[in-house]
C-alpha cells in the first residue's frame, strides 16, 4: 500500500494566487513527521515544512505552510502567493516512528506546478 | 547556509563497471543517507548509515551496493557491478537527528548514466 499518496500530477497556477497541493499518507504510528520538498528542473531537492505529528499548530515557514489534518491524514501544502520560481515539482515525504526508522523518508509520486504570469 | 556536497553532478559509466558517488554531508549532522530517482520516477530510499555503520537499508540495497565514512567528512555510496537499471538520480542527504525535525538537508545529487 502506499505510505504516501499526492493525486495531483499537474497544476496551473498563475502568479500571485494561492495553491494547494494534496497529501495523504498512511501510518499506524503515533509519531511521524511530514515533510514538503522542492525539486526544481535542476534537480536538487529543497527542503520547505515540516510538521510533526504531536505539533498542535500548522507549521509554517514564509509563503508555505502545512494544513496538517491528522484525524483525515492529510497535510496539505499551500503556498500563498505564487511566483514564477515556484514553478516545480513538490513532494511529500513521511519519516515514520521516532528511532527505530532512523530517518527514512517515504516519499509521495509528487506534484508539478507551473506558475504562469 | 550550510550544504551537502556531492560530487560529481554527472557519470557515465559502463555496464560491470565499480562506481563511487561521494558526499560531504553537513558538518555537524549525524546521520546521513542514500536515496535515488530514476527520471520520471519517486524518490526511494536507498541506506542510512549512523555511529560508522547501516541503520537501515531498502530491499534495493543489494550485495552490489556499499556505503562508507571513510574519514570525518566524506560519504560514499559504491556499485560494485552497475546495471542498466542503476541509471538513475543519487542523492545523498543528512540531518541533524533521526527524526529529522529541522529537516533533512539534500545534496544536489549526481546523475549516474550506465551505458
Known amino acids: 500500500a502506499q505510505k504516501i499518496t499526492q493525486t495531483q500530477p499537474g497544476m496551473f497556477v498563475q502568479e500571485k494566487e494561492a495553491v494547494t497541493l494534496d497529501c495523504t499518507y498512511d501510518?499506524?504510528?503515533?509519531?511521524?513527521?511530514l515533510f514538503w520538498y522542492k525539486q526544481p528542473s535542476s534537480g536538487e531537492m529543497i527542503f520547505l515544512i515540516y510538521?510533526?505529528?504531536?505539533?498542535?499548530q500548522n507549521a509554517t515557514e514564509g509563503r508555505y505552510s502545512l494544513n496538517f489534518q491528522k484525524a483525515r491524514k492529510s497535510a496539505n501544502l499551500v503556498i500563498s502567493a505564487s511566483q514564477l520560481g515556484d514553478s516545480a515539482m513538490y513532494f511529500c515525504?513521511?519519516?515514520?516512528?521516532?528511532?527505530?526508522?532512523?530517518?527514512?523518508?517515504?516519499f509521495g509520486a509528487g506534484t508539478q506546478v507551473v506558475v504562469t504570469p | 547556509e550550510p550544504e551537502v556536497t556531492q560530487t560529481p553532478s554527472h557519470q557515465v559509466t559502463q555496464m560491470g563497471q565499480e562506481v563511487i558517488l561521494r558526499c560531504v554531508p553537513i558538518?555537524?549532522?549525524?546521520?546521513f543517507y542514500w536515496y535515488r530517482q530514476i527520471l520520471g520516477q519517486k524518490v526511494e530510499f536507498l541506506v542510512s548509515?549512523?555511529?560508522?555503520?547501516?541503520?537501515?537499508k531498502s530491499e534495493i540495497f543489494d550485495d552490489q551496493f556499499s556505503v562508507e565514512r571513510p574519514d570525518g567528512s566524506n560519504f560514499t555510496l559504491k556499485i560494485r557491478s552497475t546495471k542498466l537499471e542503476d541509471s538513475a538520480m543519487y542523492f545523498c542527504?543528512?540531518?541533524?537527528?533521526?527524526?529529522?525535525?529541522?529537516?533533512?538537508?539534500f545534496g544536489s545529487g549526481t546523475r549516474l548514466t550506465v551505458v
Open positions: 542527504a543528512s540531518s541533524a537527528t533521526g527524526q529529522g525535525i529541522y529537516g533533512y538537508t
Open positions: 501510518t499506524s504510528d503515533q509519531s511521524y513527521g
Open positions: 510538521q510533526g505529528s504531536y505539533d498542535e
Open positions: 515525504a513521511m519519516r515514520e516512528g521516532v528511532a527505530d526508522s532512523w530517518g527514512k523518508l517515504q
Open positions: 558538518s555537524n549532522h549525524l546521520y
Open positions: 548509515f549512523y555511529n560508522n555503520e547501516i541503520s537501515e
